[in-house]
């Protein structure tokens, strides 16, 4: 028998409410499968489930307020339970007559590409074929549902509870990360000047091999620069706890996210060490526009090993972070922007990125953290290596 | 004002007797044989006046033996000699098939790279004219099977004019197969030309709707498409092969893996021709850019007719390209 309990879903989750449950009595279910909603301070949260197993009984009925840890429902996990009930919840065959979805091959690796749901995709090509320009027209329709006019942000607030509800919600979740952050972690701060017209240069011949649609954004090559760095700095990246340090080895790097409505979100870009660039754009695009939607799942909330903060794009210059327990550095990007550059005793314009590292002192110190920046700064002016 | 003229209009006939001419006066070890193409000046014309201009030992009559000159040529090329053999039509190819495979794709595998055949061998292919079915066929893509030979199928008056220089200085054989439908076929040609690669593709019309892919006639009977097709905003990539080996497979698949929609166009039968093999090389490169499925129109599986409208009606036409191309674009309401 196992346990299914309201996960902590942030550093300073207290309770959550069940939304709703996508599983009934009986449902084999395997790890990692979405089997309820959680509802928090920030968000809906699609809770995946650690055991596989069959569901036993569910505890807890949509719309109850629960403590972290409460247990939820009950999965019978041993062998022969899940073996002799499982042919009992397999797919009904389909109905005859109802064939597979034509769907091309181009199409499928779009809509995989752009987060867009197969199933409620209509097919205009010969035979009601799903074809490039349906899944163009689908993504459209729904970044058009995730991305309102501002002039009426009411009527699309993503949380059940009114937006200004919601809205105090989410400030109270980060007001308590936040003081937890500074009255916890001994924060010290370094900064560097980067030379980034090799990555730039790079950046754009790279983009004309690419369909626009596809295009990378300079943010990619610092992600995978992170990612790259922390290999050679591993102590950055993970979790201060029971006093002491635990470096993990994958890389997941939290993404800090403004919402239209207010407020931030840090899910986790997951394991961006082993994506390409394009897969690293493409997690992010599907991350942020899901993020918006309100439709993250547990492992993005919880799993960050460090976080990354661009607010470049707001014309900053430097960003000095607070660190979101229980990790042990941020990373902050201020705005490339050009500025005089002296190189080899030539004086020239350059475009210039400030990066900054907020490390936890407890965790590594001064030294380390300059060679963090220093190997990140290495990796950017490898922009092919990335 | 210039009196020299920077184009001239010529037939593709001319053409390729230009070419012919041309070669012979640049390198003296070239000369034609064939069955009447001296006195007689060619099946189709092609070697008129070159018996009075080079004379019968470099313009040679042969006896009605596909097998024998063929093999006449094989013995000059190795000898050191650059022949141009004329066969007058594919379908009497068949009787050199043993020649061309046995020999002389083979001689420079089997004799340990000693013996390389520096040989041309031009026919006519291709249906169209009533001239029944031992006359007919299209048969340049079964050639392309074999390696050790190269397989050229020049569909304009440019590459008529050039494509056999190039193929003279190869050092293997090489393989021209004018279609006979377009020796009246007129175009120009700028004044200085000069020879052309023989193992490269080319993108004849550029377009980002789909890609048409075909040589030979049907280049003409694809561009007549793709000018209809442009009248309602279709836009279609012609590309003519220009030879079937070595097959170019870089230019079709970056095309199709731009516009995402291949049709092949193919005068040769369908099963286990030309067009099955490009179709073969876009799935197994570029499955995942395709958004619909490659489509072919070839010939009718059936011996060529001889009554005209039988014989219209085995070839692919402009019109059903047209309307492939429709169905395959659909597009969203």
């Known amino acids: 028998m196992g346990e299914f309990r309201m996960p902590s879903l942030g550093a300073d989750m207290e309770e959550g409410k069940l939304v709703q449950w996508k599983v009934q009595p009986g449902d084999a279910v395997k790890r990692g499968d979405i089997i309820a909603i959680v509802h928090t301070e920030k968000a809906e949260i699609e809770v995946e489930v650690f055991e596989s197993g069959i569901v036993d009984r569910l505890l807890v009925q949509p719309g109850a307020l629960v403590p972290v840890g409460t247990?939820?429902?009950?999965?019978?996990?041993?062998?022969?339970?899940?073996?002799?009930?499982?042919?009992?919840?397999?797919?009904?065959?389909?109905?005859?007559?109802?064939?597979?979805?034509?769907?091309?091959?181009?199409?499928?690796?779009?809509?995989?590409?752009?987060?867009?749901?197969?199933?409620?995709?209509?097919?205009?090509?010969?035979?009601?074929?799903?074809?490039?320009?349906?899944?163009?027209?689908?993504?459209?329709?729904?970044?058009?549902?995730?991305?309102?006019?501002?002039?009426?942000?009411?009527?699309?607030?993503?949380?059940?509870?009114?937006?200004?509800?919601?809205?105090?919600?989410?400030?109270?979740?980060?007001?308590?990360?936040?003081?937890?952050?500074?009255?916890?972690?001994?924060?010290?701060?370094?900064?560097?000047?980067?030379?980034?017209?090799?990555?730039?240069?790079?950046?754009?011949?790279?983009?004309?091999?690419?369909?626009?649609?596809?295009?990378?954004?300079?943010?990619?090559?610092?992600?995978?620069?992170?990612?790259?760095?922390?290999?050679?700095?591993?102590?950055?990246?993970?979790?201060?706890?029971?006093?002491?340090?635990?470096?993990?080895?994958?890389?997941?790097?939290?993404?800090?996210?403004?919402?239209?409505?207010?407020?931030?979100?840090?899910?986790?870009?997951?394991?961006?060490?082993?994506?390409?660039?394009?897969?690293?754009?493409?997690?992010?695009?599907?991350l942020i526009q899901r993020t918006r939607a309100g439709r993250l799942r547990s492992s993005e909330i919880t799993d960050g090993t460090i976080t990354v903060t661009n607010l470049g794009d707001r014309g900053v210059e430097t960003v000095y972070g607070v660190i979101y327990p229980p990790q042990v550095a941020l990373v902050g990007f201020g705005r490339i922007t050009e500025r005089p550059w002296a190189d080899k005793g030539v004086l020239g314009v350059r475009p210039v990125l400030t990066a900054t590292l907020a490390g936890d002192h407890r965790a590594t110190d001064g030294r380390r953290g300059a060679q963090f920046l220093e190997s990140l700064t290495r990796w950017l002016q490898q922009p092919e290596k990335l | 004002m210039t009196d020299t003229p920077q184009e001239l209009e010529i037939t593709y006939r001319d053409a390729v007797r230009e070419a012919i001419r041309a070669a012979m006066h640049a390198d003296e070890r070239v000369f034609l044989m064939g069955e009447d193409v001296g006195k007689y000046g060619g099946c189709y014309a092609v070697s008129k006046g070159l018996l009075e201009e080079f004379g019968p030992d470099r313009i040679r009559d042969t006896p009605l033996s596909e097998s024998a000159f063929v093999g006449a040529g094989i013995g000059a090329a190795m000898r050191g000699m650059r022949p141009i053999v004329e066969i007058m039509t594919v379908n009497f190819s068949l009787l050199a098939l043993d020649q061309i495979?046995?020999?002389?794709?083979?001689?420079?595998?089997?004799?340990?790279?000693?013996?390389?055949?520096?040989?041309?061998?031009?026919?006519?292919?291709?249906?169209?004219?009533?001239?029944?079915?031992?006359?007919?066929?299209?048969?340049?893509?079964?050639?392309?099977?074999?390696?050790?030979?190269?397989?050229?199928?020049?569909?304009?008056?440019?590459?008529?004019?050039?494509?056999?220089?190039?193929?003279?200085?190869?050092?293997?054989?090489?393989?021209?197969?004018?279609?006979?439908?377009?020796?009246?076929?007129?175009?120009?040609?700028?004044?200085?030309?000069?020879?052309?690669?023989?193992?490269?593709?080319?993108?004849?019309?550029?377009?980002?709707?789909?890609?048409?892919?075909?040589?030979?006639?049907?280049?003409?009977?694809?561009?007549?498409?793709?000018?209809?097709?442009?009248?309602?905003?279709?836009?279609?990539?012609?590309?003519?092969?220009?030879?079937?080996?070595?097959?170019?497979?870089?230019?079709?698949?970056?095309?199709?893996?731009?516009?995402?929609?291949?049709?092949?166009?193919?005068?040769?039968?369908?099963?286990?021709?030309?067009?099955?093999?490009?179709?073969?090389?876009?799935?197994?490169?570029?499955?995942?850019?395709?958004?619909?499925?490659?489509?072919?129109?070839?010939?009718?599986?059936?011996?060529?007719?001889?009554?005209?409208?039988l014989e219209q009606a085995s070839l692919p036409q402009a019109e059903t390209i047209v309307k492939t191309v429709q169905r395959m674009v659909q597009r969203r309401g």
């Open chain 2, 101 to 309: 495979l046995n020999n002389a794709a083979t001689l420079l595998h089997m004799s340990g790279g000693q013996f390389n055949i520096p040989l041309v061998i031009r026919t006519a292919t291709g249906g169209g004219r009533q001239v029944a079915a031992q006359h007919s066929h299209s048969l340049e893509g079964w050639y392309a099977h074999i390696p050790g030979i190269k397989v050229l199928t020049p569909a304009t008056v440019s590459d008529a004019r050039w494509m056999l220089d190039t193929a003279l200085r190869d050092p293997d054989p090489v393989l021209i197969f004018e279609n006979a439908g377009l020796y009246n076929m007129k175009g120009t040609l700028p004044a200085d030309g000069s020879p052309v690669e023989i193992d490269r593709a080319r993108i004849h019309r550029p377009g980002r709707d789909i890609t048409v892919i075909t040589y030979g006639a049907g280049l003409w009977k694809a561009v007549e498409a793709a000018e209809t097709l442009a009248r309602e905003g279709i836009e279609a990539e012609v590309i003519d092969l220009r030879t079937l080996r070595p097959l170019d497979q870089e230019t079709f698949l970056n095309s199709v893996a731009r516009t995402h929609r291949a049709l092949i166009v193919d005068d040769a039968w369908r099963s286990g021709s030309i067009s099955a093999e490009i179709s073969a090389r876009i799935m197994e490169n570029i499955f995942y850019e395709l958004d619909a499925p490659v489509e072919r129109i070839c010939g009718a599986e059936v011996p060529a007719p001889y009554p005209k409208h």
């Open chain 1, 71 to 286: 247990v939820l429902a009950i999965l019978r996990t041993d062998e022969k339970g899940a073996t002799a009930v499982t042919p009992a919840v397999a797919p009904p065959p389909k109905p005859a007559g109802e064939a597979r979805p034509r769907i091309s091959p181009l199409a499928r690796k779009m809509a995989a590409e752009l987060g867009v749901d197969l199933s409620a995709v209509q097919g205009t090509g010969a035979h009601g074929a799903i074809e490039k320009s349906d899944i163009e027209h689908a993504a459209s329709l729904q970044r058009a549902k995730l991305a309102p006019p501002l002039a009426q942000p009411l009527a699309v607030a993503p949380s059940p509870p009114s937006s200004a509800e919601a809205y105090q919600g989410m400030r109270r979740a980060i007001a308590a990360a936040m003081a937890r952050s500074n009255r916890e972690i001994p924060h010290y701060y370094l900064e560097t000047q980067i030379d980034m017209s090799v990555p730039l240069r790079w950046l754009e011949a790279a983009n004309q091999q690419r369909p626009v649609q596809q295009g990378l954004l300079p943010v990619v090559l610092l992600l995978k620069a992170v990612a790259h760095a922390l290999g050679e700095v591993p102590e950055l990246n993970g979790y201060w706890k029971d006093d002491r340090n635990e470096p993990q080895k994958d890389v997941h790097i939290g993404f800090a996210i403004s919402l239209r409505q207010g407020g931030l979100i840090v899910p986790a870009l997951l394991d961006a060490g082993r994506k390409s660039l394009d897969e690293l754009m493409a997690a992010m695009a599907d």
